[in-house]
């Protein structure tokens, strides 16, 4: 199981969205939340930002879609340039159709579930996606503090993408941070999305390396 960082874009400034997306690119994949004061009490980047990101760096990006109605948007990011974009199951009326068209479309197809969704309504669906996202704070505005009561779920979910024997990646985005991304590892994660963690550093690539590490290192455990 490798270890993936994700900065959360959210977390970065956003009147230098090139430099600071400069700023972490031995990331992964960089995480830009797109919200639509709808699905979420909060509006931020759109697809115009996306194509604008993908122009300005190398590093992947990974569109988490906090939206109403991703059944009609979803595919549009991956045109935009997105290589890997989450949907919400709460607002997707077809997930199955969904993955199927995002994966169509050259991209990896995550489904997101909020702190109160529980994941085994879902279990048949997990072949049809390539991440799931398990968010550990409600979503809509980054810096919120991580919520221990998710670890179960985290643990709950390896064991059904075990039991299948799937190549999922699954996915943290809340709090993740120095303090909380050994507890997230192990229970099972292994991709952690970071915002304040690291933009809120003096050397955002530093702290993506050092929190890599401390994933990795229970991991090997």
Same mark, same amino acid.
């Given at each position: 199981m490798s270890v993936q960082i994700s900065p959360s874009i959210l977390s970065a400034d956003f009147a230098r969205l090139a430099d600071e997306a400069k700023a972490v690119e031995g990331a992964d994949w960089l995480h830009v939340d797109v919200m639509d004061n709808h699905f979420v009490p909060n509006l931020t980047l759109g697809l115009p930002v996306v194509e604008s990101l993908r122009k300005a760096t190398g590093t992947p990006l990974d569109c988490h879609l906090m939206i109403e109605d991703p059944d009609r948007w979803a595919?549009?990011?991956?045109?935009?340039?997105?290589?890997?974009?989450?949907?919400?199951?709460?607002?997707? #009326?077809?997930?199955?159709?969904?993955?199927?068209?995002?994966?169509?479309?050259?991209? #990896?197809?995550?489904?997101?579930?909020?702190?109160?969704?529980?994941?085994?309504?879902?279990?048949? $669906?997990?072949?049809?996606?390539?991440?799931? $996202?398990?968010?550990?704070?409600?979503?809509?505005?980054?810096?919120q503090p991580f919520l221990d009561i998710m670890l179960p779920k985290i643990r709950r979910t390896r064991a059904l993408i075990d039991k299948h024997g799937l190549e999922l990646w699954l996915q943290v985005d809340g709090g993740v941070s120095a303090e909380t991304i050994e507890r997230c590892a192990e229970a099972g994660a292994d991709n952690f999305v970071a915002g304040t963690a690291v933009y809120g550093a003096d050397d955002p690539a530093a702290a993506v390396r050092a929190l890599r590490e401390q994933a990795a290192a229970v991991h090997r455990h």
């Open positions: 595919p549009a990011y991956v045109e935009a340039g997105a290589s890997s974009v989450t949907f919400h199951a709460e607002a997707a #009326r077809a997930p199955v159709r969904i993955a199927r068209e995002i994966r169509h479309k050259g991209a #990896r197809a995550s489904m997101a579930l909020r702190p109160a969704t529980p994941i085994e309504p879902y279990e048949d $669906l997990l072949p049809e996606l390539d991440m799931l $996202l398990i968010m550990t704070i409600e979503p809509g505005f980054g810096g």
